[in-house]
T-cell receptor
Framework: DGGITQSPKYLFRKEGQNVTLSCEQN?????MYWYRQDPGQGLRLIYY???????QKGDIAEGYSVSREKKESFPLTVTSAQKNPTAFYLC?????????????FGPGTRLTVL | AQKVTQAQTEISVVEKEDVTLDCVYE???????LFWYKQPPSGELVFLIR??????QNEISGRYSWNFQKSTSSFNFTITASQVVDSAVYFC??????????FGPGTRLSVLP
């Protein structure tokens, strides 16, 4: 089955620790995205990548880092510099990242920082 | 700047009622796309529809229908004969050049049996 997987579904970390969220897709999509969702709010774009080895900051990139070494993988690291990391993180992908492309989402990772 | 507004934070209806979710957008682009997504309690966003700025035809898919009106910058979503399984948060989104999607804050729909 083609789709997007995110692991783990729930993640707990102590304050001050970096943590990496996994996102893998087997849809052969060029573009991938990371969003953050806080309770009662819409999604905000953290980073996106339209091609391997290239990525761009979104609206709220501070305190986060990404890499795109492989087409199918786009891991997100939440660093200790992120002031309020507890949130629901959603990964998405689209065919090419063009204006018309539909984005398809993974199941999400709920991160709680204790 | 681009913006999407969903003024209804929460809506509750009784099963079999019709319900309309409002979406109003702002953009200076002449070419853009609008989307609706459903987020059930499991959390994953499910794509429902995409509409481009040059196509104002209404669309119907089963119990779902969408009304796009450029004159009022609105892209409203109607569920006919609602069911309990329709309970979810619904997001409207606008695509934008160079920076991808802008999402509205979402409308939480509760369909009561």
């Amino acid at each position: 089955d083609g789709g997007i997987t995110q692991s783990p579904k729930y993640l707990f970390r102590k304050e001050g620790q970096n943590v990496t969220l996994s996102c893998e897709q087997n849809l052969n999509h060029d573009a991938m995205y990371w969003y953050r969702q806080d309770p009662g709010q819409g999604l905000r774009l953290i980073y996106y990548s339209q091609i391997v080895n290239d990525f761009q900051k979104g609206d709220i990139a501070e305190g986060y880092s990404v890499s795109r070494e492989k087409k199918e993988s786009f891991p997100l690291t939440v660093t200790s510099a992120q002031k309020n990391p507890t949130a629901f993180y959603l990964c998405a992908s689209s065919i090419s990242g063009s204006l018309a492309d539909t984005q398809y989402f993974g199941p999400g990772t709920r991160l709680t920082v204790l | 700047a681009q913006k999407v507004t969903q003024a209804q934070t929460e809506i509750s209806v009784v099963e079999k009622e019709d319900v309309t979710l409002d979406c109003v957008y702002e953009t200076r682009d002449t070419t853009y796309y609008l989307f609706w997504y459903k987020q059930p309690p499991s959390g994953e966003l499910v794509f429902l529809i995409r509409r481009n700025s040059f196509d104002e035809q209404n669309e119907i898919s089963g119990r779902y229908s969408w009304n796009f009106q450029k004159s009022t910058s609105s892209f409203n979503f109607t569920i006919t004969a609602s069911q309990v399984v329709d309970s979810a948060v619904y997001f409207c989104a606008l695509s934008r050049y160079g920076q991808n999607f802008v999402f509205g804050p979402g409308t939480r729909l509760s369909v009561l049996p």
